[in-house]
């Protein structure tokens, strides 16, 4: 998928489509959904804060799978795409991380809620970044590659694990909040899966971008080092 | 003997080894040479088992069984560094590497060995009380503690004075006179022709030149290794 | 495996010798103790008893991660480690190896500053002390198990002191989670009362459950991270 990467035709496709669902999705959540009778106009934000959500931790599924590819094979190809995965997840993380306690703010009246899987994401995000870190520490690139790999397997499995965990410490605390117990309209549904849908479709864009971007990086540093030894 | 058969070795974009194919025989003493970056430490280690090849395999053929723990057994590594605990006594560091390599009667063949480098007097003294010789001579007597059959010197002569070069080259000399298989790395031409039987060259990673030397044509190769390297 | 008891012996033979690891994991767990008591005591006062747990399994986690920054580190002068693989030793065994010897150092902290810390925080517990024994026992293996993994990955990297927290303690979130909870019932909760009882239970499964897992995934993936 690489190779022709940004260029190919069908990516040009799926640059259009994804253009096209955010359209809708755009449509649907501002103007045709109905608003949350207690709430208002703020409860939109929830269909952006699920749709990144859904990506940040689907990213992170990504990146787990190509790890274990590169591994198996040591291929560079699978490393890419399990990099950039890994920064097209932080970023989306990070949009959780702003819009859930913007939605926090307004319905529970607090910034911040140890809630299961807020607490997750924040989690999620700081292994994010230690993913990241790893590849910058690292010198060489077949270390970048190998060690983030393993990291992002570790990395992943560790995420159910931190959910339950939190999940349990909430229990164990009085709950101060009941969950997150919204009744959801059918046209609520619908516009939330069709923002889940574009929002992936995002991902898989962006995906295919940066992993263009990180070979063309990869085939430069080649010439230049083949220049390099050229020129003696 | 040793059989590397299509040993290729790439970290990311990089191609360390490019297909290289050889057999050492027992008994013999072969020399690896080439320009800096061209691949023969990396080699070294690839054949020493201590790196894996991308691809290719390589297989190492003694007495007794194939199980990887007994040919790591059989194989000796020296290289300018000396793998020595230096808050440990000679005798302890000694004590270590012998378990791990199931030795039998350690204490008497430690003892012969300290006797052997000329270490016996010393031997409870921590390592990093010893001077550059001495730390020479005890990772001598590491490398032979085993008994091992092929011996692989990586870049032996790093770091030594012409005195200290000078009675690694003797020692060597022995070693391949009692029978051992040798293969060492050097980027010292006249020392690395002075002790070898046949010589490999690589440069950027493939094989140029594998053959035996003979006097008339030392000059021809010299000449040979020369244009060789200049041309990088 | 007889060779994992050797990796061991070697390392505790050169700490025995300078003492240096143990001697800064003791005296620093120490200070962190101490650190506590003046942010939340008042001379003649007790600690509020919420934040017994708090301030354990900080000061274990504090002093486990000083150790940690040695456990490979000394290995690389004189590359040391590529003797190591070098050897008859499977790589697990050397992970093992390093694994039992920071559990023994961290065991030792513990050891030092937990009466210490009993008599500085003039502390009374509800449950037994028994109780406490299996979680620090999970904690510290999970802790040294996952810890010393990560170590071994970030020592091939450039500054790796700097890098090993940062990528651990996300990572060791369930276990200090696990810890806290489970000492926390110990000291402040009743025991006769049977869902606290349970609740105790089922965090020691957590701890338990976390590390069988990363011990698996260390010992599947060790190869990998020693072999760059």
Redesign the interface.
């Known amino acids: 998928m690489e190779k022709e990467g940004a260029k190919s035709k069908t990516f040009g496709i799926l640059g259009a489509l994804t253009f096209l669902m955010m359209l809708v999705n755009l449509y649907l959540i501002f103007i045709w959904v109905p608003e949350e009778k207690i709430l208002g106009l703020v409860q939109k934000i929830f269909y952006f804060h699920v749709g990144t959500a859904w990506v940040a931790f689907f990213a992170f599924f990504v990146v787990f799978i190509y790890s274990i590819l590169y591994l198996k094979t040591k291929d560079s190809k699978w490393d890419r795409i399990a990099s950039a995965s890994a920064e097209i997840g932080t970023v989306f993380t990070t949009i959780v991380l702003i819009t859930g306690p913007i939605w926090a703010k307004s319905s529970w009246n607090t910034w911040w809620t140890w809630e299961p899987r807020l607490t997750t994401s924040l989690i999620l995000w700081f292994i994010y970044l230690a993913y990241i870190l790893v590849r910058g520490f690292a010198t060489e690139y077949q270390k970048k590659a190998q060690l983030s790999a393993v990291f992002g397997i570790i990395g992943f499995i560790d995420v159910p694990i931190v959910f339950f965990s939190v999940r349990w410490w909430s229990i164990s605390h009085p709950t101060l909040f009941s969950g997150s117990g919204m009744n959801l309209d059918p046209e609520m549904l619908f516009t939330l899966l069709v923002s889940v849908a574009s929002f992936t479709l995002l991902y898989f864009y962006f995906l295919g971008k940066l992993v263009s971007i990180f070979h063309v990086r990869a085939e430069l540093a080649e010439i230049k080092r083949r220049l390099k030894e050229h020129l003696g | 003997m040793i059989r590397g058969e299509n040993i290729s070795l790439k970290l990311g974009e990089k191609t360390i080894l490019r297909d290289i194919s050889l057999v050492v025989d027992p008994g013999e003493f072969v020399v690896l040479l080439g320009p800096n970056g061209a691949g023969k430490s990396t080699l070294l280690k690839v054949l020493a088992l201590i790196l894996k090849p991308t691809s290719g395999r390589v297989i190492h053929k003694y007495q007794g069984s194939d199980r990887e723990e007994d040919i790591k057994r059989k194989i000796g590594f020296l290289s300018h560094r000396s793998f020595l605990y230096e808050r440990l006594t000679a005798w302890e560091n000694l004590e270590f590497y012998g378990k791990l390599y199931q030795v039998a009667d350690l204490t008497r063949r430690a003892e012969e060995i300290l006797e052997q480098v000329g270490l016996s007097y010393y031997c409870h003294d921590p390592v990093y009380t010893y001077s550059r010789g001495m730390v020479q001579r005890l990772s001598l007597a590491r490398l032979l503690l085993h008994n091992p059959e092929m011996l692989f010197l990586d870049e032996p002569f790093t770091g030594l004075d012409q005195k200290g070069g000078e009675i690694l080259t003797e020692t060597i000399k022995v070693l391949h006179e009692q029978g051992k298989t040798m293969l060492m790395v050097t980027h010292y031409f006249d020392r690395g022709v002075d002790l070898a039987g046949r010589i490999l060259v690589l440069n950027k990673g493939s094989k140029v030149f594998d053959g035996k030397l003979t006097s008339s044509d030392l000059r021809d190769i010299q000449e040979f290794y020369r244009a060789q390297v200049e041309t990088e | 495996m007889?060779?994992i008891f050797?990796i061991i012996?070697?390392d505790l033979?050169?700490e025995l010798?300078?003492r240096e690891v143990t001697g800064a994991m003791v005296l620093f767990a120490l200070m962190v103790l101490v650190i506590f008591a003046f942010s939340f005591l008042r001379p003649g006062e007790k600690l509020p008893p919420e934040m017994i747990p708090g301030v354990i399994w900080v000061t274990v986690a504090f002093a486990g991660m000083l150790g940690l920054n040695h456990a490979f580190l000394p290995e690389k002068?004189?590359?040391?480690l590529?003797?190591?693989?070098?050897?008859?030793?499977s790589k697990s065994a050397i992970y093992l190896g390093k694994v039992g010897t920071h559990f023994l150092f961290l065991l030792l902290v513990e050891i030092i500053a937990l009466p210490l810390f009993f008599i500085f925080f003039n502390i009374q517990m509800q449950g037994s002390v028994l109780y406490l024994v299996p979680v620090l026992f999970f904690g510290t293996a999970g802790f040294s198990g996952?810890g010393v993994?990560?170590s071994a990955?970030?020592v091939?990297?450039?500054?790796?002191e700097?890098?090993l927290p940062?990528?651990l303690?996300?990572?060791l979130?369930?276990l200090l989670?696990?810890g806290v909870?489970a000492t926390g019932i110990v000291f402040n909760a009743s025991w006769a009362d049977p869902v606290w009882v349970g609740?105790y239970w089922?965090?020691l499964r957590?701890m338990a459950?976390?590390d069988i897992?990363?011990f698996t995934?260390?010992l599947v993936?060790i190869d990998?991270?020693l072999?760059?």
Do not use: C, M
């Open positions: 007889r060779k050797w012996w070697k033979a050169i010798r300078s002068q004189n590359d040391t590529t003797g190591l693989i070098l050897a008859p030793v996952l993994f990560l990955l970030s091939h990297t450039k500054s790796n700097l890098l940062v990528i303690f996300p990572l979130i369930p989670l696990g909870k609740a089922s965090w957590l459950v976390f897992i990363f995934l260390s993936l990998y991270v072999e760059v």
